[in-house]
């Protein structure tokens, strides 16, 4: 358990430092964001008071600022984005970068006295809490940044919004806070489980080199059909015959079939076939 906790924290360490630039560019962006749309609306309206109308006129023309016209912006979701981007690379690049580089930093991890499996773990748990700390951080920023836009813009234009709501508003945000804990734990868990797929196609990869390829697709492809069998099963042959909970529960255990298979051939392929 200590090896895993370690090796967990090891690569933690190891993308802390690009962790904290995604950060910054977040706030910044973000912040920025804010402000500039929070101004341009101000100066929109000052400019027709300045023509003659009145502020209920000019409240009609442009409507009350609220957060939506800052989330609707290209620069407040571009970090947004860039995190995913980010995160979606890093999970090949967590595997590859231990093979790059003249003294293969692979051969001393998995000589480690430790589980190979170990290792393996340390990674998708890495990833998992990464995510986990953006979103947790995004949402200590939206409160921020909602008090930042209170500040700026004057009561008598502003319609004022709850996190919840501004939350419910954005496409994006309502994927990264799912409003209650069951489709929480479906949304996590299938991206854990995506992952975990993901891990062990690179295994295949790593194992089998070109070949590995095409069974690291194959397997991926299985993956997905275990995943979906009930809904395939629901939707054709057995022509809508399950109860909404029942889906649920097959697409569970299904879910769950496709992680330990994954982690069963992670461990065979790390034990008995991966090449450093």
């Not at 924290?9 to 802390?16: C, G, H, I």
Request: charged share 10%.
């Amino acid at each position: 358990m200590m090896s895993y906790l370690k090796l967990t924290n090891f690569e933690l360490s190891r993308f802390f430092k690009m962790y904290l630039v995604l950060i910054g560019i977040t706030l910044v962006m973000q912040t920025l964001s804010v402000v500039w749309t929070a101004n341009n609306y101000l100066g929109e309206i000052n400019e027709q008071l300045s023509s003659g109308s009145t502020v209920e006129e000019a409240i009609n023309g442009w409507g009350l600022f609220s957060f939506d016209f800052i989330t609707r912006g290209f620069w407040f979701s571009a970090p947004i984005l860039l995190c995913i981007a980010s995160l979606l690379i890093y999970v090949f690049f967590i595997w590859y970068r231990d093979w790059l580089g003249k003294n293969t930093f692979a051969y001393r991890l998995f000589m480690l006295p430790t589980a190979r499996l170990n290792v393996f773990l340390a990674k998708a748990t890495a990833i998992f809490l990464m995510v986990l700390g953006l979103i947790s951080i995004q949402l200590v920023f939206l409160t921020i940044e909602n008090e930042l836009m209170k500040m700026i813009v004057p009561n008598t234009f502003r319609e004022d919004l709850t996190i919840n709501e501004i939350i419910n508003g954005f496409d994006y945000l309502r994927v990264l806070y799912p409003v209650s804990f069951i489709q929480f734990f479906i949304n996590y868990g299938i991206g854990f489980m995506a992952v975990i797929v993901v891990f062990t196609g690179i295994l295949f990869e790593r194992s089998f080199r070109w070949k590995g390829i095409i069974l690291g697709v194959l397997f991926s492809g299985i993956a997905l059909i275990v995943f979906f069998l009930p809904i395939l099963l629901h939707e054709t042959i057995l022509n809508h015959f399950f109860y909404p909970t029942e889906l649920f529960i097959l697409m569970l255990i299904s879910g769950l079939i496709v992680i330990a298979g994954s982690i069963w051939m992670s461990n065979y392929l790390l034990n008995k076939k991966i090449r450093v």
